[in-house]
């Protein structure tokens, strides 16, 4: 029998719910007999009311009537009193059966008493909730905010009952486009007109913040083919929230948002979670579903290491691993700081899983063994890397090939010596058709782990098969994440911070981007799947590509500001970048999987042989200038080529001239 916890509350609950059934079984008589009870039959409920008391006070236990407060009575709380009220009204008929009572009871009070006890107990906390949410929220504090909901669907009424039990906000209306729900109340707030109707009403109203609740339909993210990719287009429930941001961006309205549209929906979210825009925001992405039976087979139990863990990418990566509770999470990391400031994190995050936070650089073959030595780990997610484009164009870019090449080697060749079961390298769309160092050292990165993938020989089982050794390796690309460490968004808001101007490469360059949790949960998601055949490229869904500009356009508005105010001046392409990334080479084609948001690379196979010969030239030189790296990576690399045009000597300050010999200039104002 399920106990709740005693406490006044309880007790007072407890108390109520067994005089409604004394009140019920008098009242059921009272009705009977049309308020006048024979002697007889009074008698016979005297001798009955005594047995009332147990035999409800059992049942109500029972059924966990006292777990729940008045104050959030919901469909559950009746549905476990109807329960309750139905066995307790089987019971009682039987304990007067064998107390040979049951002939001075009417059969009609049998019925009568359990549909009044059910009216009397629902009711009440019914009362109750209601009486209770009208003296805290139903009269305006003082300090409550004013605010207007832009959205009447399931996200916004969700959001409007939420809201309605809060002391800080105070809904004064909803808006939607939809025709047929203007003038509709919806938990007390009133549909008041269209979404572009938001300056006047809010001028009306005296209204200066909105929360825009609008979200994202179920689609197929499935691509047959490269051209799919390039066709995509955002629905239409993203276009409405960036319509609705540039709406309160003119109006000067503070645009809110919620955390996650699906947690609105499932009860999950808290009205303290409510918070401003960001650019994630408006990438109209989906989110992602993950095999979450497949990654505890993955990850849980077993030693996880994952190089570069302080970057973005490799920090996230061990937040999400860390939620599938490995044996032990293995962070390697040549920061010093990066890696203490995760020890401090997660210490504090996840104090029941092992861990171990160890320094070292991937190209320090001995430090390599001795950490694979002692934990062992099963699986390897190499997400260490020189990732910054232009730096890596002038001065460093030998570093870049040591470092993301001959690292990764390294690194895999003693995953192959330790027995790891599965590899997998975290690549990057500029590895496609590369125009910089950086691109092409991971490309050839991505070349390694295919040439040193070991085949899969046959078993003797039909339809079987074993690898003969190694690991399975898996690659992974995608383009740009938000808010990653190096990345455009924190280089806008510092900008914005200080005044503007903004300063873009070029009016036209595009990128793709995903927010760092999704990018993430996708390369977990690709660790499940690969390794089967190895050496697969698996290709993220990067969805539509974003023009910087417009990025810089939406930094912008989200801080409520506008461009005359801040500024957006173009200073040329910077060394090695181009105007769009790529997600396939032009030699490349993909194949399904059944992840929506996951392709495979139909890329060239790499053989041993083309192995040794890099890695000759690899150790036969201790150095090479950027320009003898860029031009033998023409030999390693086909498809790569330089961007010598942007490559031109410049005085210290002065910005890089594009393509076109483009001058800085200021967006028209």
């Known amino acids: 029998m399920p106990l709740p916890r005693i406490n006044i509350r309880t007790v007072i609950a407890f108390v109520h719910d067994l005089a409604a059934a004394i009140f019920a079984w008098w009242l059921a008589f009272a009705f009977r007999f049309n308020f006048e009870i024979p002697t007889l039959y009074l008698t016979s409920l005297k001798e009955i009311l005594p047995w009332v008391v147990p035999v409800h006070a059992v049942v109500f236990l029972w059924f966990g009537l006292y777990r729940g407060l008045w104050h959030y009575a919901s469909l559950p709380d009746l549905q476990r009193i109807l329960f309750a009220v139905l066995a307790s009204a089987a019971a009682m008929p039987l304990v007067l059966f064998m107390l040979q009572t049951l002939a001075g009871v009417p059969r009609t009070v049998l019925l009568l008493a359990p549909i009044l006890l059910l009216f009397i107990m629902g009711g009440s906390r019914l009362a109750y909730r209601f009486w209770k949410e009208h003296r805290l929220y139903g009269k305006k504090k003082p300090e409550s905010s004013s605010v207007l909901v832009l959205g009447a669907g399931d996200t916004g009424i969700s959001l409007v009952k939420e809201l309605g039990r809060s002391r800080q906000w105070q809904v004064a209306g909803l808006l939607d486009d939809d025709p047929a729900k203007h003038g509709l109340v919806l938990h007390g707030a009133k549909v008041l007109g269209r979404i572009d109707e938001l300056p006047a009403i809010a001028r009306k109203l005296g209204i200066?913040?909105?929360?825009?609740?609008?979200?994202?339909?179920?689609?197929?993210?499935?691509?047959?083919?490269?051209?799919?990719l390039d066709r995509r287009r955002p629905d239409r429930s993203h276009r409405n929230r960036r319509r609705a941001v540039e709406m309160c961006a003119g109006a000067g309205i503070k645009a809110l948002t919620v955390p996650s549209y699906d947690d609105l929906i499932s009860g999950k979210i808290t009205v303290s979670q409510i918070r401003t825009v960001e650019p994630e925001d408006l990438l109209g992405r989906d989110p992602v579903v993950l095999d979450n039976e497949g990654l505890h087979d993955l990850l849980a139990g077993k030693t996880i290491l994952v190089t570069g863990a302080g970057g973005s990418i490799g920090s996230e990566l061990c937040r999400q691993i860390a939620k599938f509770n490995p044996g032990r999470l293995?962070?390697?990391?040549?920061?010093?700081?990066?890696?203490?400031?995760?020890?401090?994190?997660f210490q504090s995050s996840f104090p029941d899983i092992l861990m171990a936070f160890t320094i070292g650089d991937v190209k320090n073959q001995a430090r390599l063994d001795q950490v694979f030595s002692r934990y062992q780990p099963a699986v390897v997610f190499h997400a260490a890397a020189y990732k910054h484009v232009p730096l890596m164009e002038l001065e460093n870019a030998w570093q870049a090939i040591l470092n993301n090449v001959l690292g990764t080697y390294i690194l895999a060749q003693t995953a192959i010596e330790h027995a790891v079961e599965k590899?997998?390298?975290?690549?990057?769309?500029?590895?496609?058709?590369?125009?910089?160092?950086?691109?092409?050292?991971?490309?050839?990165a991505e070349m390694v782990c295919q040439a040193l993938q070991q085949p899969v020989s046959g078993c003797a089982n039909k339809g079987s098969s074993v690898r003969s050794q190694g690991p399975g390796f898996v690659m992974v690309r995608f383009g740009n994440v938000l808010d990653s460490a190096g990345s455009v968004i924190?280089?806008?808001?510092?900008?914005?911070?200080?005044?503007?101007?903004?300063?873009?490469?070029?009016a036209d360059v595009t990128r793709y981007f995903m927010s760092i949790p999704e990018a993430a949960q996708l390369v977990?998601?690709?660790?499940?799947?690969?390794?089967?055949?190895?050496g697969e490229?698996?290709?993220?869904?990067?969805?539509?590509?974003?023009?910087?500009?417009?990025?810089?356009?939406?930094?912008?508005?989200l801080s409520g500001l506008s461009e005359d105010e801040i500024g957006i001046v173009y200073n040329g392409l910077r060394p090695g970048e181009k105007l769009y990334e790529e997600l396939l080479a032009d030699d490349e084609s993909t194949l399904l999987t059944p992840h929506p948001k996951l392709r495979i690379a139909q890329a060239r196979q790499i053989d041993k042989g083309w192995l040794a010969d890099l890695l000759k030239w690899l150790n036969e030189h201790p150095v090479l200038s950027d320009e003898e790296v860029r031009q033998q990576l023409k030999k390693w690399v086909p498809e790569y080529s330089s961007r010598e045009?942007?490559?031109?000597?410049?005085?210290?300050g002065e910005p890089y001239s594009d393509v076109a010999g483009q001058t800085p200039q200021h967006t028209p104002q």
Do not use: C, W
């Open 524 to 534: 977990l998601q690709a660790g499940v799947m690969g390794g089967k055949g190895g």
């Open 537 to 557: 490229i698996f290709v993220l869904d990067m969805g539509e590509p974003v023009k910087i500009a417009d990025l810089a356009r939406d930094l912008i508005r």
């Open 423 to 444: 590899f997998v390298l975290i690549s990057t769309d500029k590895a496609v058709n590369p125009t910089n160092v950086m691109g092409a050292s991971k490309r050839l």
């Open 645 to 652: 045009t942007i490559l031109s000597f410049r005085e210290p």
């Open 208 to 228: 200066s913040q909105a929360i825009i609740a609008i979200t994202s339909s179920p689609s197929d993210r499935r691509r047959s083919s490269r051209a799919e």
């Open 330 to 345: 293995v962070l390697f990391e040549l920061n010093e700081f990066s890696l203490y400031s995760l020890e401090q994190e």
């Open 490 to 506: 924190p280089k806008f808001r510092e900008q914005i911070k200080n005044g503007g101007p903004i300063t873009v490469t070029h």
